[in-house]
């Protein structure tokens, strides 16, 4: 029996099914990414990187800073928060909303919170809960304001303010999202840590910087030579411990184009897609000034 047409088909349809979901839907969803009004810059982003901070690209990918350092920050869930602006014509509903969401207030809890508004009648919520407080806030004709808020680990350890999105990416001509976690994650380290003479510095010599650091050192990134009669401006300043005596060690180009590579790394611009981390809260001065603290405090001998 002849089955070259089953084969064929067998084969063309491999082929065609295998383009569609890795070319075809791809191309759909991320294919006309283009840079999107920053929202607070008032610029575009992303800004395409510096000349420099792109030779510092190629040395990240040489040097295989990707082995142990990732680019990309997660997010696991995110949470709501809901805050009350006005409580609108039908006061008594709206407080009794506000308790069913809140049971553990009490009824006088909540009268004292309902007197200055806005305050957050909801926090920390899921979304049914929160969607049903809303619903019903919404009939009662009050006004609010809803907040989601992003969690996860990374979010916690400080590697970004959201988690990364595909326009992050957009002129990285190959992204290095990183192979594994050794190291912490790099996508805002041009924010956690701007200042280049650490990073110089820490790649040099990374226990300067860092007690009991694990990160190899870079040293053949950098130049050892003799101090001439005028010192080298970009010379590193390091501890004497490591100073070789007599010498100076100056970064070479490599070198201080890794170091724009990093400072240019700050993926944090508010974006559609992806909720923000909630900015620490600052005290309500309301709630720190305690009375019975402040007497105490003025009859102390
Ligand atoms: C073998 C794994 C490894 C490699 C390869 C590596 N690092 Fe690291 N890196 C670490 C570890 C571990 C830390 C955490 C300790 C520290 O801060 O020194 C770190 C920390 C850092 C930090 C500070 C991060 C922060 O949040 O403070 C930067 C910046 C950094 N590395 C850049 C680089 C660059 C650039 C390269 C490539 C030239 C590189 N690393 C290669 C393991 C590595």
Not at 43 to 52: E, F, S, T
Not at 146 to 173: K, S
Not at 285 to 297: D, G, I, L, Q, R
Request: hydrophobic content about 40%; aromatic content about 8%.
């Amino acid at each position: 029996m002849n089955q070259g047409p089953l084969v064929f088909l067998g084969v063309f349809v491999t082929l065609v099914t295998s383009w569609f979901g890795m070319i075809f839907v791809p191309q759909i969803q991320v294919g006309e990414l283009k840079p999107v009004p920053a929202e607070v810059s008032g610029g575009l982003y992303p800004a395409a990187k510096p000349g420099v901070a792109q030779q510092g690209a190629e040395v990240y990918r040489q040097q295989g800073c990707y082995y142990c350092h990732s680019q990309q920050v997660r997010q696991s869930g995110v949470q709501f928060d809901v805050i009350l602006m006005e409580m609108g014509e039908k006061t008594n509903e709206v407080a009794k909303i506000v308790l069913q969401a809140n049971p553990r207030f009490g009824d006088k809890a909540v009268k004292q919170l309902l007197k200055q508004l806005p305050k957050p009648v909801l926090s920390g919520a899921n979304f049914e809960e929160t969607k049903k407080t809303v619903d019903k806030l919404k009939d009662a004709g009050a006004k609010f304001e809803m907040q989601v808020i992003a969690l996860g680990a990374d979010l916690n350890r400080g590697w970004g303010a959201r988690r990364t999105v595909a326009n992050d990416y957009l002129f990285e001509r190959t992204v290095m999202l990183g192979e594994q976690r050794i190291g912490p994650d790099l996508t805002a380290i041009g924010l956690r840590r701007p200042d280049a003479a650490w990073h110089l510095n820490h790649l040099y010599a990374p226990t300067t910087e860092v007690e009991g650091s694990k990160m190899p050192s870079y040293t053949y990134l950098f130049e050892k030579r003799p101090i001439g009669r005028t010192p080298s401006p970009d010379a590193l300043k390091l501890p004497a411990a490591i100073a070789p005596a007599g010498y100076e060690v100056v970064p070479k180009p490599e070198a201080k184009a890794l170091v724009a590579y990093l400072l240019s790394l700050k993926s944090n611009a508010a974006v559609f897609e992806a909720p923000m981390k909630p900015e620490p809260k600052k005290e309500d001065p309301a709630a720190a000034t305690n009375v019975v603290n402040a007497a105490s405090a003025v009859t102390k001998p």
